[in-house]
């Protein structure tokens, strides 16, 4: 796919971003997180599951507590208001999307973390967020960047030395299905026709630009059948309130159903959900028995 300039990657993505919450909270969980749960058994719930999730993110970035974390593409605020609430980390999120940015700050104020959240409003590469941070997060939110590598580079610079990464991604098994389905019709219509800009690359292509931000990779773990559960019950919400998604967004429950069906048909086939985790480190993270 050719790359759309960065500025016109932000505005065609946020065709998507910028929907009503209202939309997002009939299908997503309590939280409105926009990425994989994980589920630890057959009766694990979409709450729990996602819940169980973010602890996942807290252990692989080593937060203990009170550390400074930048979530980039922050979404509707789910990683930055739980690890304020739940860590008491003071989270910096970034998210181009006003409605986003309105209702993370309503949900802070609620929680009563006001005064651990800040936010960025705009494009990653176009914000400068008051660093240095201790760890930093990108869940799903790479695929609409353009430029990865400058992405990861910038990151890099915002980390302490020692810091911690994030990073989760859907992605073409490899460049042979890059090459094939990336252009089909079904394709096109999750990345162009749902979120107006998505590069869904192999992830090979994004572990290489992890290395050359000069991050050093400490984990691997493969979600892929975690994010079949999660969008199985995605659109199991979805068929069974079609109604009320058409009063909050009319002639958005086709299109919505059939991008999670899209979705859901290719994993393990065409596409996988993988995460990886890295540090500002040439050494890499030492384990201690």
């Known amino acids: 796919m050719s790359a759309l300039p960065p500025q016109e990657a932000v505005q065609a993505t946020n065709q998507h971003y910028e929907l009503p919450a209202e939309l997002f909270a009939i299908y997503l969980d309590q939280r409105l997180k926009y990425s994989s749960g994980l589920f630890t058994d ?3 719930d979409l709450d729990q599951a996602q819940t169980d999730k973010l602890h996942f993110v807290a252990r692989q970035l080593g937060i203990t507590g009170g550390e400074r ?3 980039v593409g922050c979404g509707w605020g789910s990683l930055i208001l739980f690890m304020a609430q739940e860590y008491g980390c003071h989270a910096t999120g970034v998210t181009p999307s006003l409605p986003q940015a309105e209702y993370i700050r309503a949900q802070a104020e609620k929680t009563g973390v006001a005064e651990l959240i800040t936010l960025e409003l705009g494009s990653f590469s176009d914000v400068e967020p008051a660093g240095p941070f201790d760890a930093a997060t990108m869940l799903g939110s790479i695929v609409h960047m353009p430029n990865r590598t400058a992405v990861l580079r910038k990151v890099y610079g915002l980390l302490r030395r020692g810091g911690s990464l994030y990073l989760s991604e859907s ?6 299905a890059y090459g094939e389905f990336s252009r089909r019709p079904g394709t ?10 998505a590069d869904m690359v192999p992830f090979s292509v994004l572990v290489e630009a992890v290395e050359s931000a000069k991050f050093s990779l400490t984990a691997f773990t493969d979600l892929t059948a975690h994010y079949h559960r999660t969008i199985e019950e995605w659109e199991r919400r979805v068929e069974a309130a ?5 009063l909050v967004a009319p002639g958005m429950s086709e299109p919505l159903i059939r991008y999670l069906q899209t979705a859901n ?8 959900h993988y995460a990886l985790s890295a540090v500002k480190s040439r050494m890499g993270r030492t384990e201690v028995p």
């Open 69 to 71: 974390l930048l979530d």
């Open 242 to 246: 079609r109604d009320r998604v058409e």
């Open 42 to 44: 057959e009766h694990t």
């Open 265 to 272: 048909a290719g994993w393990g086939y065409t596409t996988k």
């Open 171 to 176: 992605c073409f098994r490899d460049h042979a």
């Open 188 to 197: 096109r219509h999750v990345t162009e026709g749902i979120f107006g800009f």
